[in-house]
Nanobody, 127 residues
Framework: QVQLVESGGGLVQAGGSLRLSCAAS????????MGWFRQAPGKEREFVSG????????YYTGSVKGRFTISRDNAKNTVYLQMNSLKPEDTAVYYC????????????????????WGQGTQVTVSS
């Protein structure tokens, strides 16, 4: 049974930092691109960042570029999202997701490309 379990969310002041983790089990982690998505209240889920199977390629949505860093440790079956210079508009539930179908060198930004999802972790940034 595949499980993705996020952790590391919480309440932080604007300008602060958080590091999210997503621990995967029940799958061959290195076979999967990994992505982070978020959903704010009343808004649609949006892509935040993705990382290729090897970790050599990453991709970010424009609003987080330069502030967030995605990484992975295939030996630990874990993907991370380091979030710096947080803003109130970063407040959302953050989800990690795993994609096995996309061709190599492609990091999908659409949620429907992902096979598995975590339950989410709340990030709240106060002003």
């Amino acid at each position: 049974q595949v499980q993705l379990v996020e952790s590391g969310g919480g309440l932080v002041q604007a300008g602060g930092s958080l590091r999210l983790s997503c621990a995967a089990s029940g799958l061959t982690f290195s076979y999967f691109n990994m992505g982070w998505f978020r959903q704010a209240p009343g808004k649609e889920r949006e892509f935040v960042s993705g990382i290729s199977r090897s970790g050599r390629s990453t991709y970010y949505t424009g609003s987080v570029k330069g502030r967030f860093t995605i990484s992975r440790d295939n030996a630990k079956n874990t993907v991370y999202l380091q979030m710096n210079s947080l803003k109130p508009e970063d407040t959302a539930v953050y989800y990690c997701a795993a994609d096995s179908q996309s061709p190599f060198s492609v990091i999908p930004t659409e949620g429907r490309a992902y096979d598995y999802w975590g339950q989410g972790t709340q990030v709240t940034v106060s002003s």
